[in-house]
């Protein structure tokens, strides 16, 4: 525009022209317009009110009902394995079914807890309960096989840190505190880090479909997320691991276990929120 020019206005047949006039609009039209979609339609302008948010469709309630069962029942499972050995005699059946059948009760002790803690890990990360496509039943049967070898683990470093003490190998000998550190200690330092490496390479196995065929180890092994597992993995052992075993290991031998298998909620936390921040940074 050049000085002196006027600026130009909107003649009589405008469809603007009324946008221009001031006595037209009351004092609060500028926010109405802007808020609420401008349609241009037969050469005049026309405000299209604004739509109501959307609701909640049939499919959505039912998801959401879904959800609250779901929620409702790993809660009910929690409450009836604490309930079992909350009561004396049912408690008590526990130990003794745990001292007949070590390998069975400890199979079946992760293959529920650990794979809760699993679940448990997707509804924190995603807001939701992802059962379908996840292999449900590998993933129990995984942690079955880790519930044997913590059968074998805590009596394994639990003798053997006793023969230790025993010896004069250790530091402790008479006191019951410390040789339950030097157990967690030693399980912390030769069994954790190797155990959850196992997990985390099954793990991927199962995502691929590949547990039960041949299995292509180097290529999974290198692409583990290593700086991950170190960082959230490898401080929770003993951060997190070592005081905690630590006061298992000053339970009774027959609830040992199932302490583990309670923690093995935790553990299916870590491991999983470790595999999930992993799958993040490659996103």
């Not at 525009?1 to 004092?27: E, N």
């Not at 079914?97 to 079946?108: D, E, F, I, K, N």
């Not at 006793?162 to 330092?189: E, I, M, T, V």
């Not at 299916?268 to 490659?282: C, F, N, T």
Request: overall charge positive.
């Amino acid at each position: 525009m050049r000085a002196g020019d006027q600026p130009l206005r909107p003649g009589p047949g405008d469809p603007t022209a009324s946008l221009d006039r001031k006595d037209t609009l009351p004092a609060d039209s500028s926010c109405a317009i802007i808020s609420q979609p401008i349609a241009k339609a037969g050469g005049a302008i026309r405000i299209r009110p604004s739509q109501p948010d959307r609701e909640e469709t049939p499919p959505d309630r039912g998801r959401t009902r879904m959800e609250q069962t779901f929620t409702a029942l790993w809660i009910a499972i929690l409450a009836g394995v604490l309930a079992v050995l909350g009561f004396p005699q049912s408690r008590a059946l526990f130990a003794v079914a745990t001292r007949s059948h070590p390998y069975l009760m400890g199979m079946v002790k992760f293959a529920l807890l650990g794979t809760m803690g699993e679940l448990l890990s997707w509804k924190l990360v995603s807001g939701r309960w992802k059962i379908a496509g996840v292999r449900l039943w590998q993933r129990a049967l995984v942690w079955a096989f880790i519930g044997v070898l913590l059968t074998l683990a805590f009596p394994l470093f639990s003798a053997g840190t006793d023969a230790l003490l025993a010896q004069g190998y250790l530091p402790g000998r008479g006191h019951p505190w410390l040789a339950a550190l030097w157990k967690s200690f030693l399980l912390q330092s030769i069994f954790a880090f190797p155990f959850m490496t196992f997990h985390r390479v099954t793990d991927a196995l199962i995502e691929r479909g590949l547990l039960f065929r041949r299995w292509p180890f180097l290529e999974v092994f290198r692409g583990i997320d290593w700086q991950n597992m170190f960082h959230v993995v490898g401080r929770s052992i003993f951060l997190f691991w070592l005081p905690v075993h630590t006061l298992t290991f000053m339970l009774p031998p027959e609830y040992r276990v199932v302490a583990a298998a309670l923690l093995a909620i935790v553990l299916g936390l870590i491991l999983g929120g470790a595999r999930r921040l992993s799958a993040r940074k490659e996103t």
